[in-house]
Protein backbone atom coordinates (compact mmCIF):
# COMPACT_ATOMS: atom_id res chain seq x y z
CA UNK A 1 0.00 0.00 0.00
CA UNK A 2 1.09 3.28 -0.69
CA UNK A 3 1.95 6.82 1.35
CA UNK A 4 -1.60 8.93 1.62
CA UNK A 5 -1.06 12.91 2.11
CA UNK A 6 -4.08 13.77 3.55
CA UNK A 7 -3.76 17.87 3.99
CA UNK A 8 -3.17 19.70 0.43
CA UNK A 9 -3.82 22.34 -1.78
CA UNK A 10 -2.68 21.09 -5.17
CA UNK A 11 -5.76 22.40 -7.36
CA UNK A 12 -4.80 25.67 -9.41
CA UNK A 13 -7.34 28.65 -9.25
CA UNK A 14 -9.17 27.74 -6.05
CA UNK A 15 -7.06 28.85 -3.02
CA UNK A 16 -3.46 30.08 -2.07
CA UNK A 17 -2.22 26.73 -3.40
CA UNK A 18 -0.83 25.88 -6.66
CA UNK A 19 -0.78 28.92 -9.25
CA UNK A 20 -1.04 27.10 -12.83
CA UNK A 21 -1.80 23.51 -13.98
CA UNK A 22 1.76 22.95 -14.64
CA UNK A 23 2.85 23.43 -11.21
CA UNK A 24 0.05 21.09 -9.95
CA UNK A 25 1.21 18.30 -12.43
CA UNK A 26 5.01 18.65 -10.70
CA UNK A 27 3.41 18.12 -7.39
CA UNK A 28 1.26 15.46 -8.51
CA UNK A 29 4.71 13.63 -10.26
CA UNK A 30 6.26 14.56 -6.96
CA UNK A 31 3.93 12.61 -4.47
CA UNK A 32 3.98 9.63 -7.32
CA UNK A 33 7.86 9.34 -7.09
CA UNK A 34 7.77 9.69 -3.58
CA UNK A 35 5.53 6.65 -3.47
CA UNK A 36 1.96 8.23 -1.99
CA UNK A 37 -0.99 7.04 -3.78
CA UNK A 38 -4.06 8.81 -2.23
CA UNK A 39 -3.45 12.36 -2.23
CA UNK A 40 -6.74 14.66 -0.51
CA UNK A 41 -6.75 18.18 -1.71
CA UNK A 42 -8.43 20.56 1.10
CA UNK A 43 -8.91 23.53 -0.32
CA UNK A 44 -9.58 26.31 2.44
CA UNK A 45 -12.92 27.31 3.40
CA UNK A 46 -13.92 30.62 5.50
CA UNK A 47 -10.73 30.89 6.30
CA UNK A 48 -10.26 34.96 6.69
CA UNK A 49 -7.21 35.53 5.39
CA UNK A 50 -7.49 33.31 2.06
CA UNK A 51 -9.83 33.92 -0.79
CA UNK A 52 -11.33 30.72 -2.01
CA UNK A 53 -12.84 30.84 -5.58
CA UNK A 54 -15.55 27.76 -4.87
CA UNK A 55 -16.84 27.86 -7.83
CA UNK A 56 -13.57 26.71 -9.06
CA UNK A 57 -13.47 23.61 -7.15
CA UNK A 58 -15.35 20.93 -8.95
CA UNK A 59 -13.79 21.33 -12.64
CA UNK A 60 -10.57 21.95 -10.70
CA UNK A 61 -11.13 18.84 -9.11
CA UNK A 62 -12.30 16.57 -11.84
CA UNK A 63 -9.08 17.76 -14.28
CA UNK A 64 -6.52 16.89 -11.03
CA UNK A 65 -8.15 13.72 -11.00
CA UNK A 66 -7.90 12.48 -14.30
CA UNK A 67 -4.42 13.64 -14.41
CA UNK A 68 -3.54 12.24 -10.98
CA UNK A 69 -4.94 8.95 -12.37
CA UNK A 70 -2.68 8.44 -14.95
CA UNK A 71 0.26 9.03 -12.64
CA UNK A 72 -1.30 6.03 -10.35
CA UNK A 73 -2.36 8.13 -7.99
CA UNK A 74 -6.40 8.74 -6.58
CA UNK A 75 -7.45 12.57 -5.74
CA UNK A 76 -10.00 12.87 -3.31
CA UNK A 77 -11.71 15.86 -2.72
CA UNK A 78 -11.64 17.07 1.07
CA UNK A 79 -12.03 20.98 2.65
CA UNK A 80 -9.95 22.62 5.30
CA UNK A 81 -13.01 24.37 7.36
CA UNK A 82 -11.95 27.53 9.22
CA UNK A 83 -14.25 27.46 12.38
CA UNK A 84 -14.91 30.98 13.09
CA UNK A 85 -17.41 33.12 12.93
CA UNK A 86 -19.49 31.57 11.00
CA UNK A 87 -22.63 29.72 12.43
CA UNK A 88 -23.03 26.08 10.28
CA UNK A 89 -19.46 25.91 8.01
CA UNK A 90 -19.63 23.75 5.15
CA UNK A 91 -17.51 20.90 4.91
CA UNK A 92 -16.35 18.42 2.55
CA UNK A 93 -15.58 15.07 3.81
CA UNK A 94 -13.29 12.92 2.60
CA UNK A 95 -13.18 9.29 2.77
CA UNK A 96 -16.58 9.22 3.71
CA UNK A 97 -16.18 10.71 6.88
CA UNK A 98 -12.78 12.41 7.81
CA UNK A 99 -13.52 16.47 8.45
CA UNK A 100 -10.27 18.57 8.33
CA UNK A 101 -10.65 21.86 10.35
CA UNK A 102 -8.71 24.73 11.29
CA UNK A 103 -8.86 27.66 13.39
CA UNK A 104 -7.27 30.88 14.54
CA UNK A 105 -3.86 30.73 15.36
CA UNK A 106 -3.74 33.75 18.01
CA UNK A 107 -7.30 33.38 19.71
CA UNK A 108 -8.75 30.41 20.74
CA UNK A 109 -12.30 30.06 18.83
CA UNK A 110 -15.35 30.18 21.50
CA UNK A 111 -17.27 27.66 19.85
CA UNK A 112 -14.26 24.84 18.31
CA UNK A 113 -15.53 22.25 21.29
CA UNK A 114 -19.23 23.21 19.89
CA UNK A 115 -18.69 22.41 16.56
CA UNK A 116 -16.10 19.19 16.63
CA UNK A 117 -19.31 17.94 18.91
CA UNK A 118 -21.63 18.75 16.62
CA UNK A 119 -19.64 17.28 13.68
CA UNK A 120 -18.78 14.11 15.47
CA UNK A 121 -22.86 13.45 16.45
CA UNK A 122 -23.42 13.91 12.55
CA UNK A 123 -21.24 10.41 12.24
CA UNK A 124 -18.31 12.55 11.25
CA UNK A 125 -14.82 12.31 12.15
CA UNK A 126 -13.01 15.03 13.35
CA UNK A 127 -9.47 15.95 12.20
CA UNK A 128 -7.72 19.40 13.72
CA UNK A 129 -5.40 20.62 10.97
CA UNK A 130 -1.56 21.35 12.22
CA UNK A 131 -1.62 21.96 16.20
CA UNK A 132 1.43 23.13 16.16
CA UNK A 133 0.67 26.45 14.66
CA UNK A 134 -2.33 27.71 17.61
CA UNK A 135 -0.27 29.97 20.31
CA UNK A 136 -3.25 29.08 22.58
CA UNK A 137 -3.50 25.49 22.22
CA UNK A 138 -0.95 22.84 24.13
CA UNK A 139 -1.08 19.13 25.94
CA UNK A 140 -1.88 20.86 28.93
CA UNK A 141 -5.31 23.10 27.82
CA UNK A 142 -8.44 21.50 28.69
CA UNK A 143 -9.73 22.17 24.88
CA UNK A 144 -7.26 19.35 23.82
CA UNK A 145 -7.84 17.02 27.00
CA UNK A 146 -12.06 17.56 25.38
CA UNK A 147 -11.23 17.51 22.07
CA UNK A 148 -9.33 13.88 22.23
CA UNK A 149 -12.30 12.73 24.28
CA UNK A 150 -14.76 13.16 21.50
CA UNK A 151 -12.34 11.59 19.35
CA UNK A 152 -10.87 14.13 17.54
CA UNK A 153 -7.34 13.19 15.68
CA UNK A 154 -4.34 15.69 15.71
CA UNK A 155 -2.67 16.67 12.90
CA UNK A 156 1.03 18.20 12.27
CA UNK A 157 2.50 19.56 9.39
CA UNK A 158 5.75 17.69 8.31
CA UNK A 159 7.97 20.93 8.26
CA UNK A 160 6.77 21.50 12.12
CA UNK A 161 8.26 18.26 13.55
CA UNK A 162 11.49 19.40 15.12
CA UNK A 163 9.03 22.28 16.27
CA UNK A 164 8.92 22.28 20.47
CA UNK A 165 5.59 22.14 20.80
CA UNK A 166 5.31 18.99 18.22
CA UNK A 167 7.59 16.79 20.72
CA UNK A 168 5.20 17.87 23.23
CA UNK A 169 2.51 15.92 21.55
CA UNK A 170 4.59 13.21 20.07
CA UNK A 171 5.53 12.52 23.32
CA UNK A 172 2.29 12.78 24.79
CA UNK A 173 0.80 10.18 21.57
CA UNK A 174 -1.12 13.42 20.59
CA UNK A 175 0.07 13.34 16.68
CA UNK A 176 -2.17 10.79 14.51
CA UNK A 177 -1.43 11.96 11.41
CA UNK A 178 1.86 13.86 9.48
CA UNK A 179 0.95 15.66 6.43
CA UNK A 180 2.13 18.21 4.08
CA UNK A 181 -0.11 20.87 3.77
CA UNK A 182 1.40 21.68 0.67
CA UNK A 183 0.92 24.72 -1.27
CA UNK A 184 3.13 23.70 -3.84
CA UNK A 185 6.53 22.44 -2.54
CA UNK A 186 7.44 19.96 -5.16
CA UNK A 187 10.20 18.97 -2.83
CA UNK A 188 7.70 18.16 0.13
CA UNK A 189 6.11 14.91 -1.04
CA UNK A 190 10.07 13.62 -0.73
CA UNK A 191 10.10 15.21 2.79
CA UNK A 192 6.68 13.89 4.24
CA UNK A 193 7.90 10.26 3.04
CA UNK A 194 10.88 10.08 4.75
CA UNK A 195 9.48 11.78 8.11
CA UNK A 196 6.32 8.98 7.46
CA UNK A 197 8.86 6.10 6.95
CA UNK A 198 10.47 7.50 10.43
CA UNK A 199 7.44 7.70 12.89
CA UNK A 200 6.25 3.73 12.04
CA UNK A 201 4.02 3.94 14.71
CA UNK A 202 2.04 7.24 13.43
CA UNK A 203 2.20 5.89 10.30
CA UNK A 204 0.53 2.41 11.19
CA UNK A 205 -2.11 4.70 12.71
CA UNK A 206 -2.54 6.49 9.84
CA UNK A 207 -2.95 3.38 8.25
CA UNK A 208 -5.52 2.14 9.95
CA UNK A 209 -7.29 5.07 10.45
CA UNK A 210 -7.77 5.31 6.61
CA UNK A 211 -7.64 1.48 5.37
CA UNK A 212 -10.94 0.09 3.96
CA UNK A 213 -12.44 3.79 3.77
CA UNK A 214 -13.64 3.93 0.33
CA UNK A 215 -14.40 6.91 -1.41
CA UNK A 216 -18.24 8.05 -2.37
FE1 LIG B 1 -3.91 23.82 4.81
Not at 16 to 36: E, N, T
Not at 188 to 213: C, D, G, S, V, Y
Request: charged share 20%.
Amino acid sequence: MGLIECHSHLLPFVDDGVRSKDDALRLLDAYAQAGFDRVVVTPHLYNPLVTTRTQNIRTMFTWAYGEAQHRGVQLILGSETYIGGIADPQVLPFLNNFVLLEVDTVIEPLFLLHHAYALHKRGLTVILAHIERYRWFSVQSEVATELRKIGVYFQCNVDALKEKTVQHYLEKGWVDIIAGDNHGDEHMPARLAEALNTNPIILQRMENLFAKREEI
